[in-house]
């Protein structure tokens, strides 16, 4: 699977940002999908996963009430808006794929459970 994002930039301090990924596999609806983040000097962090099938969701408490994450199956696609955006948000934002059976048997929040990864878009919130 390969993921190509998009959509990064430089942002003032409460702006909006929208994150696309898309995905080149024809059996994406088998993929829970989520958004990670990385600043400099930092280990990469969860930020939200939507599931393959239900549309089931988890956020960071950092950007829950700020971000969405949404994914559109016919299009391959996985979104990230970002709402209200502060300078601490400023990262490298990737999105990764994770095999639906690997959402029961391990912990989606956890960077080592994805099974592919795109090549990250930079993300910069100034105050």
């Known amino acids: 699977v390969q993921l190509q994002a998009s959509g990064g930039g430089l942002v003032q301090a409460g702006g909006s940002l929208w994150l696309s990924c898309a995905a080149s596999e024809r059996t994406f609806s088998n993929y829970a999908m989520g958004w990670f983040r990385q600043a400099p000097g930092k280990e990469r962090e969860f930020v939200a996963v939507?599931?393959?099938?239900?549309?089931?969701?988890d956020y960071a408490d950092s950007v829950k009430g700020r971000f969405t994450i949404s994914r559109d199956n016919a299009k391959k696609t996985v979104y990230l808006q970002m709402n209200s955006l502060k300078p601490e948000d400023t990262a490298v934002y990737y999105c990764a794929a994770l095999y639906w059976a690997r959402w029961y048997s391990g912990n989606p929040e956890e960077p080592s459970e994805y099974n592919y990864w795109g090549q990250g878009t930079q993300v910069t919130v100034s105050s």
């Open positions: 939507i599931s393959w099938s239900d549309g089931s969701l």
